[in-house]
């Protein structure tokens, strides 16, 4: 019991300081038979996963990579009519074809993309990988959230069937020791018969506690699955 008491203490710190408080007692309620399991609604639509931080970064990462590699595409095209002395003419166009770089005395720096597509070309090629990349990550993210949520939702379907099967034996079990016990007070059987069905009932109960505990966790793993949990309706 002190070590278990410690247990309680040091959890009961951890959580004091996870929402910003010092370490102190934590009110809960005195029964753990009080706290039951939340009702979980027919549909949870797939929207909610929108919530998550994850898949919140992933999106704006592949956002990101296809603007970037919009701007390198766009680079490819130089803005020939933005010159200093106005829009090009065709004259100067083929005196430009044969020797481009007089553009440097007509539209400064608008020669460069013409000069440097090769490396405008690598760009647009890193931007593409890098949006490619971005792309992968982002279904890598949402296959693990759904596998999450999916995991955490057969766990509790699981977790009740199995709750509700422990509570029939749990009414069984007790049943069997009143029996026993009213053997014992009518001298039909001994006492070990009684303190048998006594251990029974207790692992049973454990058991039942066990198994609540792992649906109650199930409950939250989804809440952080869904990135915030759900509405009954």
């Known amino acids: 019991m002190p070590q278990l008491r410690h247990q309680i203490a040091q959890q009961e710190n951890a959580l004091s300081i996870l929402v910003g408080m010092n370490p102190r007692e934590i009110a809960r309620r005195p029964q753990f038979n009080q706290i039951m399991p939340q009702q979980m609604p027919q549909l949870l639509p797939s929207l909610l996963l929108n919530r998550r931080p994850d898949i ?15 701007s390198s595409q766009a680079k490819l095209l130089p803005s020939l009519n933005l010159t200093a002395s106005g829009t ?17 005395s007509i539209g400064g720096s608008v020669l460069a993309p013409l000069l440097n597509r090769e490396a405008l070309t690598a760009q647009v090629d890193v931007s593409m990988a890098a949006r490619n990349q971005a792309l992968y990550g982002y279904e890598k993210v949402v296959r693990n ?9 057969d766990a509790i379907l699981q977790g009740q069937a199995q709750l509700a099967e422990l509570q029939k034996q749990e009414e069984y079990v007790s049943e069997a020791l009143r029996i026993a016990r009213n053997r014992y007070q009518n001298g039909y059987a001994s006492y070990l018969d009684e303190l048998d069905a006594q251990r029974t009932l207790f692992t049973t ?5 066990s198994v609540k ?21």
């Not at 959230?145 to 939702?153: I, K, L, R, T, Y």
């Not at 109960?205 to 506690?209: D, E, M, R, S, T």
């Open 145 to 153: 959230a759904f596998s999450e949520v999916n995991d955490a939702m």
């Open 205 to 209: 109960q454990l058991n039942l506690v």
């Open 88 to 104: 090009l003419q065709s004259s100067e166009l083929h005196q430009l074809i044969d020797n481009p770089f007089r553009l440097w």
């Open 56 to 70: 919140v970064q992933a999106q704006r990462l592949l956002l990101a990579a296809d603007a970037t590699l919009a």
């Open 213 to 233: 505990n792992n649906l109650l966790l199930a409950q939250i793993a989804l809440y952080r699955a869904l990135g915030g949990g759900w509405q009954a309706q």
